[in-house]
């Protein structure tokens, strides 16, 4: 009897690795979202991935709580002369010790051209003192620096040439003479910048009366927002779309920004050299289609500010007005006072208006009626009460209810109060409990 070939041993086809084929971009943003635990891990799923990790092109720590400084230290040896695209490490609270690092990293990261890089440091500590190197990071598309000081820059510093956003948030930026004057050099000097925001910084040695100028051919957006006196203004800004102002001396930047679409500007405090800028603007805002402003209705100097910038934007579309009071009215802004502040332009193609967090104080209630009676293209009006309003809901609707309107498609919508709101927010499934009226 013959014998029985030998049984062969079954095949398996080779799977393919779906995650592998994927673009690097596309893997690089996927683990970007892990602990970095994690993404060293996947070491362990095959030969191919066992180094795949040390060549991804961003270093992200914010999904990483728990890290310690000897494993960032390691993290970046491990890559070798890799490139780090980017580098984003959190404000959190950890030890001192990791600080002691921190500087042989920012060398190690300006070498191996970074170009995205978010430093945060925690704010329980006194201000973090970056190492000059971070000059010689000169890839740079994207800076964000939260709670740190800034050192002065080395002579003959010629800007971040790539630079396209600087975020700087609760920063101190030091000088050898002002801060404000280098400041204004390095935006100068980044000639692709398209978007500032300043949050809380501190130029050394600079006050209301100093005198430096921001000038960015590229500049789309501005962002300034702090109780800081700042002393530079603006030059022409050929190109800035988006404005938003949040300070105490900030009317003065308004006059390179001729060209802007949307600002929003909080009148938290004016002073005097601010009523001079805002009684008369020596131009008009001939593409500005939205406007949000914070003002004090109590206060006369804020409403004056206010008619300000409506009478400077003939085409504005859409107007937010958020009302605050701290104590009594100067005086009563009847139909003649607000009539005086008129133009002709004023209103001419708005369609929507936000009334935010009133009051119901009188000065509140004759602007709505006001902008009722002027806005004759005006589609809706939306109305929200802060939370301490003393009114019934029912008392403003009765009395909006019967303000003339210069539109026949005007609707007013009560959008009830602050907490009403948040209670809708968090109840998805209830219909928001909105009042309606039609003008007939």
Not at 214 to 231: E, Q, T
Not at 400 to 428: C, H, K, T
């Amino acid at each position: 009897m013959a014998a029985s070939p030998p049984r062969q041993k079954p095949r398996f086809a080779a799977v393919p690795d779906a995650l592998a084929s994927l673009p690097l971009e596309v893997l690089d943003n996927i683990f970007s979202r892990l602990h970095i635990y994690d993404v060293v891990r996947t070491s362990v799923l095959s030969r191919t991935w066992r180094r795949r990790w040390e060549s991804l092109p961003t270093v992200d720590l914010s999904h990483s709580p728990g890290i310690c400084a000897s494993d960032i230290d390691a993290l970046l040896l491990r890559r070798g002369s890799a490139p780090v695209r980017a580098f984003r490490l959190p404000a959190r609270d950890p030890t001192w010790m990791i600080w002691n690092y921190f500087h042989d990293w920012l060398l190690c990261l300006s070498r191996r051209g970074v170009r995205d890089l978010t430093l945060g440091f925690p704010s329980r500590f006194s201000l973090f003192r970056l190492h000059s190197c971070l000059f010689s990071c000169r890839e740079l598309t994207r800076l964000s620096l939260i709670h740190c000081r800034i050192p002065p820059a080395p002579a003959g510093l010629v800007g971040f040439p790539n630079l396209k956003t600087l975020r700087l948030e609760t920063i101190f930026i030091a000088a050898q003479e002002h801060a404000g004057r280098e400041f204004a050099a390095l935006i100068g000097a980044s000639p692709v910048l398209e978007d500032v925001e300043m949050v809380c910084v501190k130029l050394d040695g600079d006050g209301p009366d100093d005198e430096w100028v921001i000038r960015a051919p590229n500049l789309r957006k501005l962002s300034i927002l702090g109780a800081f006196k700042y002393g530079g203004v603006t030059e022409s800004l050929p190109l800035l779309e988006e404005a938003t102002f949040f300070g105490t001396n900030c009317a003065k930047f308004l006059t390179g920004m001729v060209g802007i679409t949307k600002l929003d500007f909080s009148f938290i405090s004016i002073w005097p050299t601010e009523v001079d800028v805002l009684e008369q603007l020596p131009f008009l805002f001939e593409n500005l289609r939205f406007l949000s402003v914070t003002v004090n209705f109590c206060k006369m100097c804020h409403i004056f500010s206010m008619f300000c910038l409506l009478r400077s934007a003939p085409v504005l579309e859409e107007l937010e007005v958020w009302g605050w009071s701290d104590g009594t009215q100067e005086i009563e802004t009847n139909s003649e006072f607000l009539n005086a502040q008129c133009a002709d332009h004023i209103f001419a193609k708005l369609h929507v208006v936000h009334m935010k967090k009133f009051a119901y104080l009188v000065n509140e209630m004759h602007f709505i009626e006001f902008v009722l009676l002027k806005a004759r293209v005006l589609q809706v009006l939306y109305v929200t009460l802060d939370s301490y309003a003393t009114c019934s809901n029912e008392e403003v609707v009765t009395e909006i209810a019967e303000y003339p309107r210069a539109s026949s498609d005007a609707q007013v919508i009560f959008m009830g109060r602050e907490p009403d709101l948040q209670i809708m927010n968090a109840e998805a499934s209830s219909p928001p409990r909105i009042l309606m009226m039609r003008y007939q």
